[in-house]
């Protein structure tokens, strides 16, 4: 909506009763929605109240306030202690947006059963409730930033949910196996869910996922061989995770989309000394566990593939493997161990579908092919310079100009940079350079 649509529809419901906001249909205005609550003014023809209270400030309300809104479909509250018995809480709100809930789980008399979403991040939930509740309307529940969320409720209750998000849930250890329940599960995020071991199998039961994300949980090492049931799924992140292996039951995955996968790197803080030494002499760096991804290969809807940091060589990628994805348009094969890139690349470019390729360049890498340079995006980085060179739409550009153009790059920033770490080192251990 534009600020100046909304801006105007406020103005008419103000006009409609300047001098009591308690009997406007919605109250947004700190101070309208403090002096309604806390002097129990609010009338029976609210239907909308939000109260976004400064970050340092906790509000304090009495669930009294609220016993009178019968008609009140959407409650947001942030940063608000409500005190009391919740049994006075509105009956019939559709959404109720709620961050930093005070409570270490929700009250078994607060009336839930008309919800369709919940939203209550950055809360001090241990568990979302003790007793578990049919909630038939729910569509969304989003508990992100939930530090101290232990225990999943049980989902066997929410047969309409959609969209499930456990973002940055630092304590949460595993996800309730009656997660297979949810029929109607578009959505899961449990992005940065770092204490996370596993998702439990009865998850590739879910004919209507479509987004599953897991990215950053680094103690989630394995898939289950039944990961292709998930037929509807369009896009897998997994960046970051122990996973080492897909199944070869991806390949029915044939809506899949969009991938990004890499595995977690143990990430090792290193003083200015040592890190300038370890540019001059590298030391060979110890490779992960080689990633088996040949399955993915042979998805032909993708068009988004990352495969970052997954320990992939030239033996890596199966002779035809990029070739078969005639409609990809986003490629990244960063962090790898190439000392060339496929061949196979050249369909690719042939059908101009490609719009973007990163390929790191080990110490070992020897060229970059021509055909790599019709690509309407190319993004280089040379890990010992610590250079990047980018080369967009030069489609007009010869190959070989190009070719050499960003070879030479590279090679002068390459060594303009040891010069200037061999000046300035041996000027530190006392010789003249």
């Known amino acids: 909506m534009h600020d100046l649509i909304r801006d105007m529809g406020r103005e008419i419901v103000k006009e409609r009763c300047p001098s009591n906001p308690g009997k406007r249909s919605r109250l947004w205005f700190q101070e309208d929605v403090l002096l309604t609550l806390q002097n129990h003014l609010v009338t029976e023809e609210v239907e909308g109240i939000a109260l976004n209270s400064p970050e340092l400030r906790t509000v304090k309300v009495n669930a009294e306030a609220f016993v009178?809104?019968?008609?009140?479909?959407?409650?947001?509250?942030?940063?608000?202690?409500?005190?009391?018995?919740?049994?006075?809480?509105?009956?019939?709100?559709?959404?109720?947006?709620?961050?930093?809930?005070?409570?270490?789980?929700?009250?078994?008399?607060?009336?839930?059963?008309?919800?369709?979403?919940?939203?209550?991040?950055?809360?001090?939930?241990?568990?979302?409730?003790?007793?578990?509740?049919?909630?038939?309307?729910?569509?969304?529940?989003?508990?992100?930033?939930?530090?101290?969320?232990?225990?999943?409720?049980?989902?066997?209750?929410?047969?309409?949910?959609?969209?499930?998000?456990l973002r940055d849930c630092s304590k949460l250890a595993e996800v309730h196996s009656s997660i297979g329940c949810l029929e109607r599960l578009v959505s899961l995020n449990l992005?940065?869910?770092?204490?996370?071991?596993?998702?439990?199998?009865?998850?590739?039961?879910?004919k209507s996922l479509k987004i599953l994300d897991i990215s950053s949980c680094p103690n989630i090492n394995w898939l289950s061989e039944d990961f292709g049931d998930m037929v509807s799924l369009t896009e897998f992140l997994a960046e970051g995770t122990g996973i080492t292996r897909v199944p070869f039951s991806a390949t029915r995955l044939t809506n899949l989309m969009n991938v990004s996968f890499s595995v977690c790197k143990e990430q090792m803080t290193r003083s200015i000394s040592s890190l300038i030494w370890s540019l001059v002499w590298p030391r060979s760096a110890s490779r992960a566990k080689n990633v088996q991804i040949d399955c993915l290969f042979q998805l032909r809807s993708l068009r988004t593939l990352r495969l970052a940091y997954c320990s992939?060589?030239?033996?890596?990628?199966p002779k035809e493997g990029l070739g078969s994805l005639q409609l990809l348009e986003n490629l990244e094969l960063s962090g790898n161990w190439f000392s060339s890139l496929p061949d196979t690349i050249r369909g690719l470019l042939s059908s101009r579908n490609l719009y973007w390729m990163i390929a790191q360049i080990s110490s070992h890498f020897q060229a970059c092919p021509q055909v790599?340079?019709?690509?309407?995006?190319?993004?280089?980085?040379?890990?010992?310079?610590?250079?990047?060179?980018?080369?967009?739409?030069?489609?007009?550009?010869?190959?070989?100009?190009?070719?050499?153009?960003?070879?030479?790059?590279?090679?002068?920033?390459?060594?303009?940079?040891?010069?200037?770490?061999?000046?300035?080192l041996t000027q530190a251990r006392g010789f003249d350079v």
Not at 312 to 317: A, H, P
Request: proline content about 3%; overall charge positive.
């Open 68 to 165: 009178r809104m019968n008609r009140l479909r959407l409650l947001r509250l942030d940063n608000m202690h409500v005190s009391g018995e919740y049994r006075h809480m509105p009956k019939n709100l559709r959404w109720l947006y709620w961050h930093k809930v005070p409570l270490s789980h929700i009250t078994d008399d607060f009336t839930m059963e008309r919800l369709v979403v919940i939203d209550l991040q950055y809360n001090n939930l241990r568990e979302v409730w003790k007793n578990s509740k049919f909630l038939g309307h729910l569509k969304v529940l989003n508990l992100s930033y939930s530090s101290l969320l232990t225990q999943n409720p049980d989902y066997s209750k929410l047969p309409n949910l959609e969209e499930l998000i």
């Open 191 to 206: 992005k940065n869910c770092k204490s996370l071991i596993e998702i439990p199998s009865s998850i590739c039961r879910l």
């Open 312 to 317: 992939l060589s030239d033996e890596s990628i």
């Open 372 to 424: 790599l340079l019709s690509c309407r995006q190319l993004t280089a980085y040379h890990w010992k310079a610590r250079a990047i060179v980018r080369l967009e739409w030069c489609e007009n550009i010869a190959g070989d100009a190009q070719e050499n153009f960003m070879l030479g790059v590279l090679s002068f920033i390459h060594k303009l940079f040891c010069a200037f770490l061999y000046q300035n």
